[in-house]
């Protein structure tokens, strides 16, 4: 079973920084997945950015410029460097780790962290 388990989140004022820390358990393949998404209060939970263990690095586009992922491979763990937050990045902060098939499918198992909340005020 692999657990993954959250820090970081608060609460910052807008243009603020914060940086988020997610630590697996174990994983358990090399082509491997870690990221971050997020959900707002009656929004869909959505890609923030993910991170490949070989270094393939993806952000939404709202958060590009402003955002910055990491690894560190020999810890299992993944950052999220954040600065100039925006109320609009109010939301539950999810770690999400997932395996992918030689070709690059997605396996259907996701592994979620229990979220943190990250509050932005204006």
């Known amino acids: 079973q692999v657990q993954l388990v959250e820090s970081g989140g608060g609460l910052v004022e807008d243009g603020g920084s914060l940086r988020l820390s997610c630590v697996a358990s174990r994983i358990l393949l090399d082509r491997n997945n870690m990221g971050w998404y997020r959900q707002a209060p009656g929004m869909d939970r959505e890609l923030v950015a993910s991170a490949t263990n070989g270094g393939t690095i993806n952000y939404a586009d709202s958060v590009k410029g402003r955002f910055t992922i990491s690894r560190d491979n020999a810890k299992n763990t993944v950052y999220l460097q954040m600065n100039s937050l925006k109320p609009e990045d109010t939301g539950v902060y999810y770690c999400?780790?997932?395996?992918?098939?030689?070709?690059?499918?997605?396996?259907?198992?996701?592994?979620w962290g229990q979220g943190t909340q990250v509050t932005v005020s204006s």
């Open positions: 999400n780790l997932h395996y992918y098939t030689p070709r690059g499918e997605r396996y259907e198992t996701d592994y």
